[in-house]
């Protein structure tokens, strides 16, 4: 097999079981999830959980991750706060805003939308790539954070890494042949979305999920989330 076949193999059935072990394990998670149910309240609320949930919400577009007084998070720790900030913001420009993602998008969900040009896109992407390296350096040098480091919080790092640096050497045709790189970078993608349901990465799934029970408890309380 050359690497012209291999490419094929990525981008074709190999993406498609990967595609199916992740749709079917994000699906089995979130059916966990929500046959966990919603504890009754025991108390009559002081407010409203629908405010609560608009507040927690409104709070999660407007101030994450990039008002340093929210809360004290950038004075308890800054590193994780600006280098976790500009890693999630720069993976949603690249997997969304990207035109090459958006026409993969656009093959899966039959439509597709507006994207950045691709100088924008490529600078989001080397900020993410930096900011993943600095949040590597700071998780192996943080005491707390190495003691809590197994594993499998290596392997989210490392799998979610190899995607975006073998797509960006994809994208400025460094080193390697284009087709070598490409396929480099769609097995490195197969992987990830094989991982995904295994892993805590999974947890973008269930970040709407929180923020609004969250919100919730928070407003039936009459206090700031």
């Known amino acids: 097999m050359n690497w012209t076949e291999f490419l094929a193999f990525t981008r074709g059935p190999l993406f498609q079981i990967a595609l199916l072990v992740f749709i079917a394990g994000m699906s089995y998670r979130l059916i966990r999830v929500v046959f966990l149910g919603w504890?009754?309240?025991?108390?009559?609320?002081?407010g409203?959980?629908?405010?609560?949930?608009a507040k927690s919400f409104l709070q999660g577009i407007i101030a994450w991750p990039f008002i340093p007084w929210q809360k004290n998070t950038f004075k308890r720790n800054p590193i994780i706060y600006?280098?976790?900030?500009?890693?999630?913001?720069?993976?949603?420009?690249?997997?969304i805003l990207g035109g090459a993602h958006m026409l993969v998008w656009k093959s899966l969900l039959g439509f597709g939308w507006p994207t950045l040009p691709l100088p924008i896109v490529d600078w989001f992407a080397a900020v993410t790539i930096v900011a993943m390296v600095v949040l590597f350096i700071?998780?192996?040098?943080n005491p707390v954070l190495k003691l809590i480091s197994g594993p499998s919080e290596w392997l989210n790092l490392l799998f979610v890494f190899l995607p975006m640096?073998?797509?960006?050497?994809?994208?400025?045709?460094?080193?390697?042949?284009?087709?070598?790189i490409y396929s480099i970078h769609m097995?490195?993608?197969?992987?990830?979305?094989?991982?995904?349901?295994?892993?805590?990465?999974?947890?973008?799934?269930?970040?709407?999920?929180?923020?609004?029970?969250?919100?919730?408890?928070?407003?039936?309380?009459?206090?700031?989330?």
């Open 165 to 180: 640096v073998s797509g960006y050497i994809m994208t400025h045709h460094l080193w390697f042949r284009y087709e070598v």
């Open 48 to 53: 409203s959980k629908a405010g609560g949930v």
């Open 187 to 225: 097995l490195c993608v197969d992987f990830l979305l094989i991982w995904i349901p295994l892993s805590r990465i999974s947890h973008f799934m269930f970040y709407f999920f929180s923020k609004a029970i969250h919100g919730a408890d928070f407003g039936k309380r009459a206090v700031n989330p």
């Open 39 to 46: 504890s009754k309240d025991k108390v009559p609320a002081k």
């Open 82 to 95: 600006l280098a976790g900030g500009f890693f999630h913001l720069g993976l949603f420009v690249v997997l």
């Open 138 to 141: 700071n998780r192996l040098i």
